[in-house]
């Protein structure tokens, strides 16, 4: 069997992120409307069959895990996937999304376990219009939750901050002046147009890497850099900091070319672009070979040509994958 996943446009999947579960404790109105409805338990994939997903993944040159959601840290006995998944071979890197309201709790489990990096989303340093943007997040809690994380080990934490015109862009500067008292990372991420949400318009919200750029080249000269991760973000660097400030930018700098993901949601489902429903039920897999690991691979590998060229999100405010980013795994 190979041991190499390539996609038909001779790009290499080295990356997987894989969806621990599709519900939350906050509804971030980009993400979720106010009244969701969460899968039954019996069509999420168990702990012991998202681990096998990713030593499959990792058998076949998979280096990079990334556990998102839904928030990674409301899953019971998240901490022991994390030690399962921290103890495979091959993996360079292991990361977790979270919203950071249970670092407090899980910080340390999560560090023994072997996480090795931390994305914590945060959109506002204004308790109520942390509120309003999260519907039930407690703002107090996910700063002391990205302490719990430091104190515990974790170092260059990166910060997500989604932008929306006329919700939080006048807090551009304040979260890189954040970031930079914190020493932390920061990307700033352009809003997809995953499931519908009623909140707002988001051709009305659309706010473009270039904008948010100028905005903190107000204060702080960007420099490019050519550091890559293996993720989508853009790097920059300020002169007098540590900080390194990413953009994420689905709509104004297309990263397609370059995509190394794949994303396997929690009901088993290997998504093959975060903007194209092309999709392979792994869990039919697993539940019918129970323990089989040569034929998920199998499975995994014959999936590759499906992978699209590109996504097609425009900003015209249409919802183009009618699947919520909670459902997607973002
Ligand atoms: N609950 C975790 C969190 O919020 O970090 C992990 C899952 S969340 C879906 C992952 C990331 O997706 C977060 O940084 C969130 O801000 C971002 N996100 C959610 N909906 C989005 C959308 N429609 N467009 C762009 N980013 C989105
Ligand atoms: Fe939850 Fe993360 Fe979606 Fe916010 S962005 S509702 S924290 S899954």
Redesign the pocket.
């Known amino acids: 069997m190979t041991h190499t996943l390539i996609d038909d446009f001779g790009r290499r999947v080295s990356y997987v992120r894989l969806?621990v579960t599709d519900r939350?404790d906050?509804r971030?109105v980009?993400?979720?409307s106010e009244e969701m409805t969460f899968l039954p338990r019996a069509q999420v994939l168990t702990l012991e069959e998202i681990g096998q997903v990713a030593r499959a993944f990792t058998e076949l040159g998979v280096e990079k895990i990334r556990l998102?959601?839904?928030?990674?840290l409301v899953r019971r006995n998240i901490g022991e996937l994390v030690s399962a998944i921290g103890a495979l071979p091959g993996l360079k890197d292991f990361a977790?999304?979270?919203?950071?309201a249970g670092l407090r709790r899980h910080a340390e489990a999560l560090k023994s376990g072997g996480l090795r990096r931390l994305?914590?989303?945060l959109?506002s340093l204004d308790a109520e219009r942390f509120r309003r943007l999260t519907r039930t997040g407690d703002l107090a809690k996910v700063i002391d939750g990205i302490h719990a994380a430091q104190d515990a080990g974790f170092h260059r934490i990166k910060l997500?901050?989604?932008v929306l015109k006329g919700r939080n862009d006048d807090e551009v500067i304040d979260l890189v002046e954040f970031a930079r008292r914190e020493r932390l990372d920061i990307s700033f991420?352009?809003?997809?147009?995953?499931?519908d949400?009623s909140d707002h318009s988001?051709a009305e919200t659309y706010c473009s890497s270039d904008e948010v750029r100028e905005l903190i080249e107000s204060r702080h000269p960007l420099t490019a850099t050519t550091e890559a991760t293996a993720g989508p973000s853009r790097y920059f660097r300020m002169a007098d900091s540590d900080t390194r400030v990413g953009f994420?930018s689905?709509h104004s700098h297309n990263f397609c070319a370059s995509c190394n993901r794949v994303r396997v949601t929690v009901e088993g489902r290997l998504l093959l672009c975060l903007g194209n429903e092309h999709s392979v039920d792994l869990r039919a897999v697993i539940r019918r070979y129970p323990g089989d690991g040569e034929r998920l691979k199998a499975a995994i590998v014959d999936a590759m040509p499906l992978k699209p060229e590109r996504h097609t999100f425009t900003t015209d405010g249409d919802v183009q994958v009618v699947r919520?980013?909670?459902m997607?795994?973002?």
């Open positions: 969806s939350c906050f971030c980009y993400c979720m998102t959601g839904g928030e990674p977790m999304t979270t919203n950071g994305n914590v989303s959109d997500n901050a989604v991420i352009e809003e997809m147009p995953l499931g949400v988001r994420i689905p919520f980013m909670n997607t795994g973002g």
